[in-house]
């Protein structure tokens, strides 16, 4: 059982930015709207960029998104901003309804990843060259393979079962390549906003509101 501390995510009218950016000083995300269809998300800014333990970056790549604006001046001094893409408006519509029965700015969580495995289901985990060197330093060549592995636009990826579980998620939901499992399994973090929308899309898992209309499509 992994106990965390993760954000929560507000909305804030344009008016209302003072209250936005004191609101990510206490440890929030705030959902930024500059207009009803322009929306800026602002989160802590990160220590590091590749610190990959930092939820405000993984809120950033659930967007589909890589970089951020840490801002000097302007409402959001010291803050990490981005533009939320359009085509990601309705992911933090979601996080914000999602969050609206949390009264304060961070909340503690406990998710059990043995009783989860959400996040080995329908994605689209690739292979960089430390994972190969990785599997072949263990034997495991074989791995970068079919039935495990595949070529997709010039990337290796690890393949799914025809029911969306990654090849190597066992029925316990434990990993069978743990001990060398890929980086980005490794880094994925409890309780970011990938994790929780993967619990929500595989297991209809909600940590605040489930949506009164489901926002991921069919
Ligand atoms: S989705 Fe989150 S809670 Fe579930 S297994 Fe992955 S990291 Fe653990
Ligand atoms: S390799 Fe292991 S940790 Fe990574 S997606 Fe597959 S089962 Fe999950």
Same mark, same amino acid.
């Given at each position: 059982m992994a106990r965390v501390v993760r954000s929560v995510v507000r909305s804030f009218k344009a008016k209302y930015w003072k209250e936005a950016a004191a609101f990510v000083k206490l440890g929030g995300h705030a959902v930024y709207w500059e207009s009803p269809n322009r929306a800026r998300l602002v989160v802590p800014a990160p220590k590091?960029? +590749?610190?990959?333990? +930092?939820l405000g970056i993984w809120s950033i790549f659930d967007l589909g998104l890589d970089r951020w604006t840490v801002r000097k $001046?302007?409402?959001?001094?010291g803050l990490a901003t981005v533009k939320v893409p359009d085509d990601a408006l309705h992911i933090v519509r979601r996080r914000a309804e999602r969050d &609206?029965?949390?009264? #304060?700015a961070t909340r503690k969580v406990s998710f059990d990843c043995l009783a989860c495995g *959400? =996040? =080995?289901?329908?994605n689209e985990v690739v292979l960089d060259d430390e994972d190969k060197a990785r599997f072949r330093e263990a034997g495991r060549e074989d791995l970068l393979k079919k039935p495990w592995s595949k070529r997709k636009d010039g990337k290796v990826i690890l393949t799914l079962k025809e029911n969306g579980r990654c090849h190597h998620l066992k029925r316990d939901n434990k990993c069978a390549i743990y001990t060398i499992r890929p980086g980005a399994c490794s880094v994925f973090?409890? *309780? &970011?906003e990938c994790c929780i929308a993967a619990r929500e899309y #595989?297991?209809?898992?909600? $940590?605040g509101l489930a949506p009164e209309v489901w926002p991921w499509g069919d």
């Open positions: 590091q960029n +590749d610190d990959w333990t +930092d $001046d302007g409402k959001f001094p &609206s029965i949390h009264p #304060e *959400a =996040c =080995c289901r329908d973090p409890v *309780a &970011s #595989e297991l209809e898992t909600y $940590d």
